[in-house]
C-alpha cells in the first residue's frame, strides 16, 4: 500500500495503531490458543510420524526459536505451508467459539481515525486474520492486514525486524515514532519497542506478569489503551477539549474586557466557567452515549428498560396469574420467575428499588434497579442476574465472567463502571466464587436469598468499593437464621463491617 500524500505532496504525519489479533483482540481464556496448539500438535505427529510426545516437544522448540511452529517446519522439514494453514487455523472451529465484541467495537470507535490509522498486524496467515476479525464484528474498523504469507521463503513474522518494517511499509508510515502497538506476546513487544515503536503489552488478568516489562506500558486489558496512547486521541474527549478551549476563550476575552479588582465579577466569572465546563460535559456526554458519566451528572434520569409483561409486577401478581393460567409450578418458568420477584422484595427493605426485566435482549439480566444507601449522594444503579439452582447444583465461578458479560451488554443507561452488578442465588457464595469475583475488574458483589425470600449474605469485591460502596458509611445487617420467624433485615449505619470482599454478616 502506498503511503498517503497530502495536497502537497509531503507525507501524511498521521501514526498507525497496530493491532495484534489471536489473543489480543479477543482473551486468551477463550481457549482458541489451546485448540491452535493441538491441531498443530497432531500435524506434527502426522506430518512427521512422530510420537505424541516429540511432536508436542519439536513444536515448542520452533515456537520458542523462530516465533512460529511453520517457520521450524518449512525450514527443516518442506512441508507445503498452505496445506498446513488449512489443516491448523483454518481448521480452528472459531464460529462457536468468537462472537461480536460490542465493547471492542466502542472502544476502536472511539479512537479518532482522522488522527490515527488503525491497522492488524498478524503472524497468522490472511485468511485466519480476516476470519477472526469478521466474527469479532470489528473488521470494518480496520484500514489493513499485514499478515504473514506462508507462501513466501524464508517466512517473515514478528518478532523478525523485516516484519515490523513490513507492517510500515503496507500501513504507509515512515517514522517509528508514529508506530503504536499493542501485542500479547512477550518478544513481539520486545522487538516493536527496540524498533521505537510505542509499544503496550498485553497480559491478559490471571497471567503472571514477566519480571521485567517487555516495553514502555503493560497492560490488564485493552480498555487500558484509553490511558496509556492518549496522544492518539479519542473522538469524545477531542469534541470536549475543543469545547472547553473555546469556553476558556470567551472567558479570557471578557475578563480582559471587564473593569479589574472586581472581586465579585470574578467570581462569578469562576462560577460561569464552572457552570459552562459542566453543561459541555453533560451535552458531551449525552452526544457520545457516555452513560457513566451522564447519568453521574444528572443521577435522577434513569431511563429504565420496558418491562417484559404487563400481566404480573410482583410476587403477588404472579403467584395470582399462575395459578388463573394453570402455570406447572414445577415448570423452570415458573420456579425462576418466582424467585427472580421473590428477590426484588426480599432487597426492598435494604432501600432496593428494583423491577423485573427480560425478554430476547436482557443479556442475562434478570432484575434492574437503584439501591438508595442513607448517606450516598445519588442511589446505585444495580443489574442483578439470579441464578435459581437447582437442588444439588453448585454456582461455580465460570458464572462470574457471565455477569461480566451483563456489565457490556446492559441497556443504555446500565452500563459502565458507575453500575453494581449483583448476583443473587439461594445458596451462599463459594469460595472459588468469592474468589472470581474478587479478582473481576467490573464493580460486583453477591447476594445469597433463599427460595422463601431470607437475605442472608451480601457480599462485594473491591472494585465495587473503590467505585462506589466506599465510604458510603453505611453497613448491612441480616437476620441470624434463615427461618420466616427472624425479624426482617434492616439496613443500619455504623454497624458490622463493610470492608472489601469480606461477609458482611450472616
Ligand atoms: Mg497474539
Known amino acids: 500500500m502506498s503511503s498517503e500524500t497530502r495536497p502537497n505532496g509531503a507525507a501524511s504525519p498521521r501514526p498507525v495503531l497496530f493491532f495484534d489479533i489471536d489473543n489480543c483482540l479477543y482473551p486468551r481464556s477463550s481457549k482458541v490458543h489451546d485448540l491452535?496448539?493441538?491441531?498443530?500438535?497432531?500435524?506434527?505427529?502426522?506430518?512427521?510420524?512422530?510420537?505424541?510426545?516429540?511432536?508436542?516437544?519439536?513444536?515448542?522448540?520452533?515456537?520458542?526459536?523462530?516465533?512460529?511452529?511453520?517457520?521450524?517446519?518449512?525450514?527443516?522439514?518442506?512441508?507445503?505451508?498452505?496445506?498446513?494453514?488449512?489443516?491448523?487455523?483454518?481448521?480452528?472451529?472459531?464460529?462457536?467459539?468468537?462472537?461480536p465484541?460490542?465493547?471492542?467495537?466502542?472502544?476502536?470507535?472511539?479512537?479518532?481515525?482522522?488522527?490515527?490509522?488503525l491497522w492488524l498486524l498478524t503472524n497468522a496467515y490472511v485468511t485466519h486474520g480476516r476470519r477472526v476479525v469478521k466474527l469479532l464484528g470489528v473488521e470494518d474498523l480496520f484500514e489493513g492486514l499485514t499478515y504473514c504469507d506462508y507462501s513466501e521463503i524464508p517466512i517473515i513474522c514478528k518478532p523478525h525486524k523485516d516484519m515490523f518494517a513490513r507492517a510500515m511499509r503496507e500501513a504507509g508510515v515512515d517514522r517509528a515514532e508514529d508506530c503504536y502497538f499493542v501485542d500479547d506476546s512477550f518478544s513481539n513487544c520486545e522487538s516493536?519497542?527496540?524498533?521505537?515503536w510505542?509499544?503496550?503489552?498485553?497480559?491478559?488478568?490471571?497471567?503472571?506478569?514477566?519480571?521485567?516489562?517487555?516495553?514502555?506500558?503493560?497492560?490488564?486489558?485493552l480498555e487500558e489503551l484509553r490511558n496509556v496512547f492518549p496522544q492518539i486521541g479519542s473522538r469524545s474527549s477531542d469534541a470536549t477539549d475543543d469545547r472547553i478551549q473555546l469556553c476558556h476563550g470567551v472567558l479570557l476575552l471578557l475578563d480582559?474586557?471587564?473593569?479589574?479588582?472586581?472581586?465579585?465579577?470574578?467570581?462569578?466569572?469562576?462560577?460561569?466557567?464552572?457552570?459552562?465546563?459542566?453543561?459541555?460535559?453533560?451535552?458531551?456526554?449525552?452526544?457520545?452515549?457516555?452513560?457513566?458519566?451522564?447519568?453521574?451528572?444528572?443521577?435522577?434520569?434513569?431511563?429504565?428498560?420496558?418491562?417484559?409483561?404487563?400481566?404480573?409486577?410482583?410476587?403477588?401478581?404472579?403467584?395470582?396469574?399462575?395459578e388463573r393460567t394453570g402455570l406447572d409450578v414445577q415448570s423452570t418458568v415458573y420456579v425462576g420467575t418466582r424467585y427472580e420477584y421473590t428477590v426484588a422484595a426480599a432487597l426492598a427493605p435494604f432501600?432496593?428499588?428494583?423491577?423485573?426485566?427480560?425478554?430476547?435482549?436482557?443479556?442475562?439480566?434478570?432484575?434492574?434497579?437503584?439501591?438508595?444507601?442513607?448517606?450516598?449522594?445519588a442511589p446505585i444503579r444495580v443489574i442483578l442476574q439470579c441464578k435459581v439452582a437447582s437442588r444439588g447444583t453448585a454456582i461455580r465461578p465460570g458464572i462470574i465472567r457471565e455477569l461480566e458479560g451483563t456489565f457490556i451488554g446492559a441497556p443504555v443507561g446500565w452500563r459502565?463502571?458507575?453500575?453494581?452488578?449483583?448476583?443473587?442465588?439461594?445458596?451462599?457464595?463459594?469460595?472459588?466464587?468469592?474468589?472470581?469475583?474478587?479478582?473481576?475488574?467490573?464493580?460486583?458483589?453477591?447476594?445469597?436469598?433463599?427460595?422463601?425470600?431470607?437475605?442472608?449474605?451480601?457480599?462485594?469485591?473491591r472494585t465495587a468499593e473503590e467505585k462506589g460502596l466506599e465510604g458510603m458509611g453505611v453497613n448491612v445487617q441480616f437476620p441470624q437464621g434463615d427461618s420466616k420467624e427472624d425479624p426482617p433485615p434492616a439496613v443500619r449505619k455504623d454497624e458490622c463491617l463493610a470492608e472489601g470482599d469480606k461477609q458482611l454478616s450472616t
Open 416 to 461: 459502565g463502571a458507575g453500575v453494581l452488578g449483583l448476583l443473587v442465588a439461594p445458596k451462599p457464595a463459594t469460595k472459588g466464587v468469592r474468589e472470581a469475583m474478587g479478582r473481576s475488574r467490573w464493580p460486583m458483589g453477591f447476594v445469597c436469598c433463599s427460595n422463601d425470600g431470607v437475605l442472608k449474605q451480601l457480599i462485594w469485591n
Open 101 to 117: 465484541n460490542p465493547a471492542l467495537r466502542r472502544l476502536l470507535e472511539d479512537i479518532d481515525t482522522s488522527k490515527v490509522k
Open 198 to 221: 510505542t509499544t503496550a503489552h498485553l497480559v491478559e488478568e490471571g497471567l503472571p506478569l514477566p519480571p521485567k516489562q517487555a516495553s514502555k506500558y503493560q497492560i490488564r486489558h
Open 36 to 99: 491452535m496448539a493441538t491441531l498443530i500438535d497432531d500435524y506434527f505427529a502426522k506430518h512427521l510420524g512422530l510420537p505424541e510426545e516429540d511432536a508436542v516437544r519439536l513444536h515448542k522448540e520452533y515456537y520458542q526459536n523462530y516465533g512460529l511452529a511453520i517457520e521450524g517446519l518449512v525450514r527443516h522439514h518442506q512441508i507445503d505451508p498452505l496445506e498446513y494453514n488449512a489443516k491448523v487455523d483454518d481448521a480452528l472451529p472459531l464460529e462457536g467459539i468468537i462472537k
Open 256 to 322: 480582559r474586557l471587564l473593569p479589574l479588582g472586581l472581586g465579585d465579577l470574578q467570581l462569578l466569572l469562576q462560577l460561569f466557567d464552572v457552570a459552562l465546563l459542566v453543561l459541555f460535559a453533560v451535552v458531551e456526554a449525552r452526544e457520545q452515549g457516555d452513560e457513566q458519566l451522564y447519568l453521574l451528572l444528572l443521577p435522577v434520569n434513569v431511563p429504565y428498560p420496558e418491562a417484559r409483561t404487563d400481566e404480573h409486577c410482583d410476587l403477588a401478581s404472579y403467584v395470582s396469574y399462575a
Open 351 to 377: 432501600g432496593f428499588s428494583i423491577m423485573r426485566v427480560g425478554g430476547k435482549s436482557d443479556c442475562g439480566i434478570d432484575l434492574i434497579g437503584t439501591w438508595a444507601v442513607p448517606s450516598a449522594l
Open 192 to 196: 516493536s519497542q527496540k524498533l521505537g
